[in-house]
């Protein structure tokens, strides 16, 4: 299925100048990892000590999109200019599950969105990520696929954050929403567990062949 990771690519090439004038001034992909990590925790703690204040919710999109931003920048700096390490792998694919636990729980504190609904949609996210991780344990790669991927939940949360933000009624909207999040979230990892299967079938296939 689609999601909004395909237009990763396009939106890499916009940052590419940029990095290239991060790692001139020393800046290391850990740096930006530790940073996105960081941004998160601090503006889901914001959020969760406010009580759920409007005002921060508005502001949701624009952490959101800074965050996608960084993540694209600390993979490029990994990638293009040879900053992969082990922590940065760890960081990378952990600093990603405590972003999006930081930035969905204050949902909870909006009252019409179920605290059940919110702790189940926290709880597929992780399991998303888990199953992208452990394709890579059957001999596949590492697996983005959607319909409900990382970029698609803070697409989804940061028209949440501006909905909320200008108080337009949600009343009867937050329980639909939670509940369309947990079946996408669903069908996202079964679909990367399907696909990780048929392509390390795919890839043994080729190996006995050889």
């Known amino acids: 299925m689609a999601s909004i990771y395909d237009v990763k690519p396009q939106f890499q090439a916009l940052l590419r100048p940029l990095v290239g004038r991060l790692a001139d001034a020393g800046v290391t992909?850990?740096?930006?990892?530790?940073?996105?990590?960081?941004?998160?925790?601090?503006?889901?703690?914001?959020?969760?000590?406010?009580?759920?204040?409007?005002?921060?919710?508005?502001?949701?999109?624009?952490?959101?999109?800074?965050r996608m931003a960084l993540n694209a920048v600390d993979g490029m700096l990994a990638r293009e200019h040879e900053q992969q390490t082990d922590l940065g792998a760890?960081?990378?694919?952990?600093?990603?599950?405590?972003?999006d636990i930081a930035l969905l729980l204050p949902l909870a504190l909006i009252s019409p969105f179920p605290v059940f609904g919110v702790l189940a949609v926290v709880l597929l996210s992780m399991l998303t990520e888990f199953a992208g991780i452990m394709a890579q344990s059957i001999g596949a790669s590492r697996r983005y696929?959607?319909?409900?991927?990382?970029?698609?939940?803070?697409?989804?949360?940061?028209?949440?954050?501006?909905?909320?933000?200008?108080?337009?009624?949600?009343?009867?909207?937050?329980?639909?929403?939670?509940?369309?999040?947990?079946?996408?979230?669903?069908?996202?990892?079964?679909?990367?567990?399907r696909r990780a299967l048929v392509e390390a079938r795919a890839v043994t296939g080729a190996l006995i062949a050889a």
């Open 145 to 193: 696929d959607g319909p409900m991927g990382k970029s698609d939940r803070a697409a989804v949360l940061g028209v949440l954050g501006v909905w909320i933000g200008i108080g337009m009624p949600y009343a009867a909207v937050a329980p639909l929403v939670t509940g369309v999040l947990v079946i996408a979230l669903m069908f996202t990892i079964s679909n990367r567990m």
């Open 90 to 99: 760890f960081l990378n694919e952990g600093g990603d599950v405590v972003s």
């Open 29 to 66: 992909a850990n740096h930006v990892t530790i940073a996105a990590i960081w941004l998160s925790v601090a503006y889901g703690g914001a959020l969760w000590l406010s009580g759920g204040s409007a005002i921060l919710f508005l502001g949701l999109p624009f952490v959101l999109l800074v």
